[in-house]
């Protein structure tokens, strides 16, 4: 077992373009690691450096002790799963699972002791002499599986292992795979765009966009306290409300005709500052930082409504539970408990309470 | 939709194919009842489309024993020669092929690209244009009346380089990088990966290849001088054309519809492997 350790890790594609710009993290030994970020982060980048396909520009990947920079793919170590799952089209199930096994001349009876135990703990053990192509996208999802875990590897790659699947699929096989995991104990770094996967499956959530790393932490930590705007608006579903405000003599920021007490801060007074609400932090007839907004639409989702309405001349969604409002028109009461409000410096992007 | 149309435009396709069918399968007919008539009749001009009693006759003769005043050679041994030059062509084109388009489509070095249009370029010189300068070559080597003379100068392909490039092209990055992980090298890769998947383009290839090499007329020509090394393309040629003797139709026509047996053979095996390809999608 072992954990993985970047260190200033950078890549420059030919051409000058800066995929991923100095990422440095460490994922201990058996934590499942999610890398998140929108389409063109470098998440991708990064993982496939960590495989070995990609080669680093600078810095230091290390898996265990060992830096493995100029080691190749299948030295290191490690397994990986692919989006389209990249199974080898003429060979059966078995054979798919083996093949890794075959080329670092394990014995026969070995392999197939792996192998059957591997389909065995992810019940694919009746397909074994199917093709992947008589196969369903689950079905394909838990070869692939197999074929990562018989090698027993010191770490699982996951490269965006869901997206091919529907969504009832998605949630079962998120579930799996995390359990699995802890089974094995192996570390695990997984890459996503979907912030219910990078929520609900990490030990420690590294949101990335640009090519840089905007924060590394627990899921809840970042949910809680996100860094910059850009983790506030890209972890949470609906996203962040954010609303220009003016930071107050008083310590208070002040949108439009409301004023939102903060906890204690040191922000000079009279910048402007973003403020950030969660839409589910604000809550009907909340005695704290208190305020009206006008109800412009509402969107009814089942167990919550979303209330669309504006404040400071900003948007901003409201989600309460259901059959809490009957119609758009009206004014609402809505307040907010101060140790929820999120405070951004809208030059830098960052957190400033 | 196409049940429902009027009864003249679902019968206007089968008369087109019928006509196309006729005007493909006539001649053929034709040769065929010239292979079972004896001499005479043909000479005669009195030529029917009705099979004659000779077919049996006329096939010994020209497999085992041959025109004694033209080619002085059976047909069998003619045979032989056209089917060694084509397997050769065909096998040699497409191993040659496959491993320079996977070169060039999973190898990066200096130049590939470069490596690669110099492949291409060399679609516009087939053997009629370079004829003189390879009959050189050959001739110097001392190839001349030997299988290697006559299959080697026809081996080098743009054409299944070209086709193996886009096939390979196709097959996705993410079964190289699987097999990276997997601890499988470029030869490995190869082997386990890249042929088996190929194997409906390589019989695409084989079938067109070996009818190419089956069907060459002036390259053979020039390099066989001898009766043992002819092949039957140019036996056909020899039995027509006589100096001082007459023209035995009937034995021209046999050796046309045995000339023809091979590549239909070919057709008919690689398509089975065709349909398998086709059926399975296996991407």
């Known amino acids: 077992m072992a954990g993985v350790t970047l260190k200033a890790v950078r890549k420059t594609y030919q051409g000058g373009v800066d995929a991923v710009k100095g990422v440095s993290f460490d994922v201990p030994d058996g934590a499942f690691c999610v890398l998140v970020g929108p389409s063109g982060c470098g998440k991708s980048t990064l993982l496939r450096m960590v495989a070995g396909l990609e080669r680093i520009t600078s810095g230091d990947i290390a898996i265990g002790q060992r830096v493995v920079n100029e080691i190749e793919p299948a030295d290191r170590d490690i397994a990986m799963v692919f989006q389209n799952y990249a199974l080898y089209p003429h060979m059966n199930v078995y054979d798919n699972i083996a093949y890794g096994l075959k080329n670092r001349k394990t014995p026969k009876d070995e392999i197939d002791r792996r192998v059957r135990d591997a389909a065995k703990i992810l019940a694919i053990e009746p397909l074994l002499d199917r093709k992947p192509r008589q196969l369903s996208g689950g079905q394909r999802q838990r070869v692939a599986m197999g074929r990562a875990i018989v090698r027993k590897p010191q770490v699982f790659l996951f490269d965006e292992p869901l997206s091919n699947l529907d969504a009832k699929l998605r949630v079962q096989m998120r579930v799996e795979i995390k359990k699995l995991q802890k089974t094995f104990g192996v570390t695990a770094i997984y890459v996503t765009h979907d912030q219910v996967e990078a929520m609900t499956m990490s030990d420690i959530l590294v949101v990335m966009n640009a090519g840089e790393v905007e924060q590394i932490g627990t899921p809840t930590e970042i949910y809680r306290h996100p860094a910059t705007r850009f983790v506030a608006t890209f972890i949470g579903s609906p996203p962040m409300n954010l609303v220009p405000g003016t930071m107050q003599a008083d310590g208070s920021v002040k949108v439009g005709a409301a004023h939102f007490h903060l906890p204690p801060h040191d922000f000079l007074p009279g910048r402007s500052v973003e403020l950030g609400l969660r839409p589910e932090d604000i809550v009907i007839g909340g005695a704290d930082n208190a305020f009206d907004m006008k109800i412009e639409f509402i969107e009814e989702l089942g167990a919550t409504q979303l209330v669309y309405g504006l404040l400071g001349g900003a948007q901003l969604i409201v989600q309460v539970p259901s059959g809490s409002i009957g119609n758009a028109g009206g004014t609402l009461s809505l307040g907010i408990a101060a140790d929820r409000l999120h405070v951004f410096d809208p030059a830098t992007g960052r957190r400033a309470v | ?283």
């Open chain 2, 1 to 283: 939709m196409v049940e429902n149309r009027h009864w003249f435009f679902r019968l206007l396709p089968h008369v087109v194919l019928s006509i196309g069918v006729f005007i493909v399968a006539f001649p053929v007919y034709v040769a065929f009842v010239g292979s079972t008539l004896d001499a005479a009749t043909i000479a005669n001009g009195q030529m029917t489309l009705i099979p004659g009693g000779h077919f049996f006759e006329n096939y010994y003769r020209t497999l085992f024993v041959g025109t004694a005043k033209t080619t002085r050679q059976p047909v069998v041994s003619m045979m032989f020669n056209s089917f060694v030059m084509a397997m050769t062509i065909a096998i040699g084109k497409i191993m040659i092929s496959i491993i320079s388009a996977y070169a060039v489509v999973y190898y990066r070095f200096p130049f590939r690209m470069a490596a690669f249009w110099l492949i291409f370029v060399t679609l516009m010189l087939p053997v009629e244009v370079r004829i003189y300068p390879t009959y050189k070559i050959v001739a110097d080597l001392g190839l001349l009346d030997t299988y290697a003379g006559l299959a080697v100068p026809l081996i080098a392909s743009a054409t299944g380089t070209l086709l193996f490039r886009q096939f390979f092209m196709t097959i996705p990055d993410e079964l190289m990088e699987a097999s990276q992980i997997d601890g499988a090298g470029p030869v490995r890769f190869f082997i386990d990966t890249v042929l088996p998947l190929s194997i409906t383009t390589i019989a695409a290839l084989f079938v067109i290849q070996f009818i190419y090499g089956w069907n060459q007329y002036l390259w053979p020509l020039l390099i066989t001088t001898r009766d043992n090394m002819q092949t039957i393309v140019i036996g056909i040629k020899k039995m027509i054309v006589t100096q001082d003797a007459l023209t035995e139709w009937q034995l021209a026509m046999t050796t046309a519809m045995l000339a023809m047996l091979p590549p239909v053979a070919v057709v008919i095996l690689m398509q089975k492997l065709f349909v398998r390809g086709l059926v399975e999608t296996e991407k």
